[in-house]
């Protein structure tokens, strides 16, 4: 049974930084790129960032390139977003994704496992 568990989300004051973490289990990360995925209050699920099942290249959403950072330890099983600067407008429910490819995807139909998010709230 694949489980993706997210987790560091939290009450932030913007201009603060929080960690996500996402562990895997159940399946070997190192064969899949791994998304981060954020949904606002009555908004569409957007993607946040990407990296790829090596680690060798990232992808990130206009509006958090430069504040956010997306990372992988492989050997754990684990996948991080550093968040940065934060804004009140990067409140969300954020949750990991793996895709169903080693590469760079930026459709969310091209994720296979998906994990319970985490909540991020920053006040302003």
């Known amino acids: 049974q694949v489980l993706l568990v997210a987790s560091g989300g939290g009450l932030v004051q913007a201009g603060g930084s929080l960690r996500l973490f996402c562990e895997a289990s159940?399946?070997?990360?190192?064969?899949?790129?791994m998304g981060w995925f954020r949904r606002a209050p009555g908004k569409e699920r957007e993607l946040v960032a990407v990296?790829?099942?090596?680690?060798?290249?990232?992808v990130y959403a206009d509006s958090v390139r430069g504040r956010f950072t997306i990372s992988r330890d492989n050997a754990k099983n684990t996948v991080y977003l550093q968040m940065n600067s934060l804004k009140p407008e990067d409140t969300a429910v954020y949750s990991c994704?793996?895709?169903?490819?080693?590469?760079?995807?930026?459709?969310?139909?091209?994720?296979?496992?998906w994990g319970q998010g985490t909540q991020v709230t920053v006040s302003s």
């Open positions: 159940g399946l070997t990360t190192s064969s899949y790129a």
């Open positions: 990296i790829t099942a090596s680690g060798g290249s990232t």
């Open positions: 994704a793996a895709a169903d490819t080693a590469g760079i995807v930026t459709r969310t139909n091209a994720y296979r496992y």
